[in-house]
């Protein structure tokens, strides 16, 4: 132990840490402005980009994790330097690190990309009820990963944000009221004016309709077995529309079948003709002999 003491040049040390010491404190000194940055930033940016319009969690995004990040590692970088770290050849570490990253998480990266264009479009919000990626559901949560949907039938359903940026996405809630179609076909033989009169009348019985606009009924097309109709009623909420088109299509059967008009099922009408006479005719006249000799060697 002595020998190790007197190998020590203690005074040495004692210059190299007093000359050591001002990096240390610069360091320090440069960390505590960056903090300090970050806070005194933070609440002016994030109201300014409120008042833009900006979601709230594209604003958390941005100002709490990305800008905060970005300052703190450029604080880091800095105070390194100050220690006299090489700090050029961390960043190309991380540089690489990074690309590698991005590599493996592409599907992750897009899922992000896709929540912030979410954020930024605004096609829909928390509460929206919307039909995407072959789910229909009220929007119960947006994040940056996934979209959460709760189901008329009270399921969790998941949706990855690309999922939702690269397909048609129907929002039912973005104009208030919506109108509601229900189909349906009657015989060609009914009087079409009798029975919109009749549809338009079981319609009056149904109370989650709206007044206006006012509910009709308008013919679709002439169908293969049926005048195909659409009722078409208008409801506050698209919460109400599964409800709707259930009520619309039992109040319509029973009127229909109370008014005695009916519903025809599709069916396919066939006619049968005789036409063996005409082949013997076409027969005789390929093999040069009269019809009638034709007719008398035909099968009895």
């Not at 190998?7 to 990096?23: F, I, K, M």
């Amino acid at each position: 132990m002595e020998t190790l003491f007197k190998s020590l040049d203690v005074t040495r040390l004692t210059t190299q840490l007093v000359e050591y010491l001002p990096r240390v404190g610069a360091a320090i000194l440069i960390l505590l402005g960056f903090l300090i940055l970050s806070r005194v930033v933070r609440r002016p940016l994030r109201a300014m980009l409120g008042r833009a319009g900006f979601h709230v969690k594209l604003v958390e995004l941005l100002v709490d994790k990305i800008l905060h990040y970005a300052i703190a590692i450029l604080g880091l970088v800095m105070a390194a330097d100050q220690l006299g770290i090489n700090v050029t050849a961390a960043l190309a570490g991380i540089s690489v690190a990074g690309i590698a990253l991005g590599f493996a998480a592409q599907d992750s990266v897009a899922n992000l990309i896709s929540g912030i264009l979410i954020f930024w479009d605004k096609p829909f919000v928390v509460g929206d009820w919307i039909k995407t990626a072959d789910e229909f559901g009220c929007v119960s949560d947006i994040t940056l990963r996934s979209t959460r949907i709760r189901t008329p039938r009270n399921t969790y359903v998941v949706i990855p944000n690309k999922s939702i940026i690269d397909s048609v996405l129907e929002n039912y809630s973005k104009h208030g009221e919506m109108r509601v179609d229900v189909r349906l076909g009657i015989a060609y033989k009914e009087d079409i004016p009798t029975a919109r009169k009749v549809l338009l009348e079981a319609m009056a019985g149904i109370s989650r309709l709206r007044k206006e606009p006012p509910t009709d009924v308008v013919v679709e097309e002439l169908g293969n077995s049926s005048v195909n109709l659409i009722v078409r009623v208008w409801i506050d909420d698209a919460d109400d529309l599964q409800r709707t088109q259930f009520a619309v299509m039992e109040a319509s059967k029973l009127a229909l079948d109370a008014a005695g008009i009916q519903i025809p099922f599709p069916h396919l009408q066939l006619f049968v003709d005789n036409v063996e006479d005409r082949v013997w005719q076409r027969a005789s006249r390929l093999a040069g002999r009269p019809a009638d000799e034709a007719g008398e060697a035909g099968p009895s």
